[in-house]
């Protein structure tokens, strides 16, 4: 089957640089996706990699090495409206429809 | 205009009642999901839909049964609703194969 690893919790403070790590496991790969979802909110959609290397997109970016199945999301420049949870996703590998989202981290952003 | 809307947004109701939960897409997408999350915030896929059509049914108890009249619209019924169904329920869409899934608001079930 498909699993997914992440850290549960991280903590940073405002300002700060943070990196969520995500590691999966599954046979046939459509790309690693990362999704933010505040207390009481939808998920919504960071990014996607898929091939190797680092996308930017404003203060997120995130990176992808598909030969250690392997992905992490890197915040800059931390505020106080970061905090959230932040899941990373695969393709369903029987068909490659429907999202598996991993466990999820919560960052909490300090003052 | 939301993109995907479903409704309602809370439902408290006791054990053993019948309730559905709607959900509309105006993104124009083929593919529609039920999803389901815990109290540990764990998304768990239930039901996947491509053009009306059944793709993905997931180890979920036969009292859940979703319905796609057209493929702007997936509601679920759930019948003989147990304390263990209290969770958020998303509904979420995709175009085919499309690397973004919109999610609605959630439905927050309380089984009482």
């Known amino acids: 089957g498909q699993s997914l690893e992440q850290p549960s919790e991280v903590t940073a403070v405002e300002g700060a640089i943070v990196q969520i790590n995500c590691t999966y496991q599954t046979s046939g790969f459509y790309g690693l996706s990362w999704y933010q979802q505040h207390d009481g909110g939808a998920p919504t959609f960071l990014s996607y990699?898929?091939?190797?290397g680092l996308e930017e997109t404003g203060r997120f970016s995130s990176f992808l090495s598909r030969s250690d199945s392997y992905g992490y999301l890197l915040l800059q420049e931390l505020q106080m409206k970061d905090s959230a949870s932040y899941f990373c996703?695969?393709?369903?590998?029987?068909?490659?429809?429907?999202?598996?989202f991993g466990p999820g981290t919560r960052l909490s952003v300090l003052p | 205009d939301t993109a995907v809307s479903q409704t309602p947004k809370y439902l408290v109701t006791q054990m053993g009642n019948d309730k559905s939960i709607k959900c509309e897409q105006n993104l124009g997408h083929d593919t529609m999901y039920w999803y389901k999350q815990d109290s540990k915030k764990f998304l768990k896929i239930m039901f996947s839909y491509n053009n009306k059509e059944l793709i993905i049914n997931e180890t979920v108890p036969n009292r859940f049964s979703p319905k796609s009249p057209d493929k702007a619209h997936l509601n679920l019924h759930i019948n003989s609703l147990e304390l263990g169904d209290s969770a958020v329920y998303f509904c979420a869409s995709s175009q085919d194969r499309q690397t973004e899934a919109f999610f609605g608001q959630g439905t927050r079930l309380t089984v009482v």
């Open positions: 990699n898929a091939l190797d």
């Open positions: 996703a695969v393709r369903d590998q029987r068909d490659g429809q429907n999202f598996v």
